[in-house]
């Protein structure tokens, strides 16, 4: 989001904040009969004046710095709520679904489901839970096991794709011998 409302911006939807424990809708995008910035995104500062946020010495800088720690705030808090609900709490780099072993899974009970269905919405939905009890305990193991490995080199800071990623890593789908 800019500044200003000039200049190419996404588009965002219709928001909401509280003051005093009643919700404000903020809209984002000017209305389409507005006599300058007809259907433009509103801009950061307008945003923020319209929640009494804004003070003119912010630079757009300054605010990014501040959303980006206070996401963390936010974050760092809801992981906490959730891990007290007794669930945990996993932030993935980027292209996770290959650190995410349940993909796996998933993906192996496609390839069953596909390879012996009727190609009708019956036949699918006798096939699925023959499909989901087709992959072995072991196999789901060992997709864990691999998603750990990708996951220990993004943390020892290997980037992906790299000549070092590929030195432990023969391709996105194995792992190479060592």
């Known amino acids: ?14 928001g909401w904040y509280e003051i005093n424990g009643v919700k404000q809708i903020q809209e984002m995008i000017f209305p389409h009969n507005h006599e300058k910035f007809g259907n433009l995104a509103q801009g950061l500062k307008l945003v923020l004046e319209e929640q009494k946020l804004w003070h003119p010495h912010l630079c757009l800088d300054c605010m990014s710095r501040y959303c980006q720690q206070y996401k963390q705030i936010l974050i760092q808090r809801k992981s906490e709520e959730v891990e007290q609900l007794g669930h945990l709490v996993l932030f993935l780099p980027k292209f996770y679904c290959e650190l995410n072993w349940i993909e796996y899974y998933w993906c192996q009970s496609k390839k069953y489901a596909r390879e012996n269905c009727g190609y009708s919405i019956e036949a699918l939905c006798d096939i699925l839970p023959i499909a989901l009890d087709s992959v072995m305990p072991q196999l789901i193991g060992k997709y864990y096991c691999k998603t750990q490995r990708i996951l220990q080199a993004y943390y020892d800071g290997i980037v992906y794709g790299s000549e070092d990623f590929k030195q432990v890593y023969k391709s996105h789908r194995r792992v190479r011998a060592e």
């Open 1 to 14: 989001m800019s500044m200003r409302p000039v200049g190419k911006q996404h588009l965002l939807c219709t």
